[in-house]
DNA sequence: AAATATACATACACAAATGTTTTCATCTCG
DNA sequence: CGAGATGAAAACATTTGTGTATGTATATTT
């Protein structure tokens, strides 16, 4: 068979993999460690055996996991301003209105805002989100442009869920937005891969 | 004593109010209806009572209620264009933008989502959000304007939790934000009591 | 190969939350 | 006033989730 460590790292994995896609679909409330050993089809003995205060140990990971997936995209392209981070994200928002990594962040973000215990795990990865995604230094106050860009980011992100959510209009919103401004400077030619949308742009 | 009535709706408002505190407080996940009986300083038989499948009947009312409160806001201004509601909460965020009822609506909205039996009791008034406080036909499409502000509106309501809050570096960004585009017409003048004005908030 | 450590599974104990029933007080109306 | 209805409290059962202990196979070490 395989070695320990792939087989531990490969049931971490299923395990925390089951969580998200259970956030996705339950929410935070109705996670539980079965279900959760359910969906990795694993026993909670495992479970408890690689996390320990089950999930005080595995929601970290998990916070962790999403940040870091997140982070990869943005350490290919050099170095970026936070400017031109909020503009990426933003243009991914574009093209892929679905993702939904953030829905699970979400969940355990409000869940922690309740929760000590949760908060002493996830606070600390939850800020690193700051420097690590928007490229923020938490000294430094950013600028107004910047954050408001975050807050349409968000806002829109958040959107996929309302009940009149249509992915066209969600577009042409952000399109709308982003007219009003100017992009950063050499921002089309540096990212034109990382932007690049499958429908055309309009006039 | 007084009458049944009056004892009754006390009652219910008092596990209402409690449960929005809690809500905001400990989230969605640690509600449970020992906690908002001992908030309330009611029994739990008052609150099945009342209440007979629990959360179950009790959250519909609590959306309602915080929908409800909003509403009656706007109505006191007369006819209003979606864009100008919009901007009216815009301008209220600004104004407050600790304001907490919408920490318990999102609570709730994300545990809805994986919870069908709570769905059905609180998609109906969710939806009805779109009408009665954005003053959104669901048939017809919104104009990308609107939507943008309302992605920004909840972008900034959202920040309050974030890791770099703060209050000044909010009003400077929604600030910017608006100062791109032109008021509705005739908004200033029209609106000038509303926009300066505590908001009735059920405490 | 023996000893040990690791990965995983099962089982039990306990706490918390909910669903349900019973009981009592107080209000309302004939 | 008295019967019935209503508001409220307490008590019990059931379920669900977690914490923890124990058992067993597989891998690693010496």
Not at 114 to 131: M, Q, R, T
Not at 149 to 158: I, V
Not at 167 to 192: K, N, T, V, Y
Request: aromatic share 8%; glycine share 6%.
């Amino acid at each position: 068979m395989a070695t320990q460590i792939e087989r531990s790292s490969a049931t971490q994995t299923r395990l925390i993999e089951a969580t998200i896609t259970l956030l996705d679909e339950l929410g935070y409330a109705r996670l539980s460690e079965t279900r959760i050993c359910e969906r990795a089809g694993v026993s909670r003995g495992a479970l408890r055996h690689h996390f320990p205060s089950g999930r005080y140990d595995l929601l970290p990971m998990v916070v962790e996991r999403l940040v870091a997936a997140e982070e990869t995209r943005f350490l290919a392209l050099g170095p970026l301003t936070p400017l031109e981070r909020v503009h990426l994200m933003l243009h991914s928002t574009l093209t892929y209105p679905e993702h939904s990594t953030s829905v699970a962040l979400l969940q355990i973000w409000m869940a922690a805002r309740g929760d000590a215990k949760l908060y002493d795990g996830v606070g600390a990865i939850f800020d690193s989100v700051l420097p690590r995604l928007f490229g923020l230094d938490t000294s430094a106050p950013s600028d107004p442009q910047t954050l408001a860009l975050r807050f349409l980011l968000h806002g829109a992100a958040l959107h996929r869920f309302n009940a009149d959510y249509d992915i066209d209009q969600l577009r042409a919103a952000l399109h709308w937005a982003l007219s009003l401004i100017e992009q950063p400077a050499g921002f089309a030619e540096r990212f034109a891969a990382f932007t690049h949308q499958p429908q055309a742009e309009p006039a």
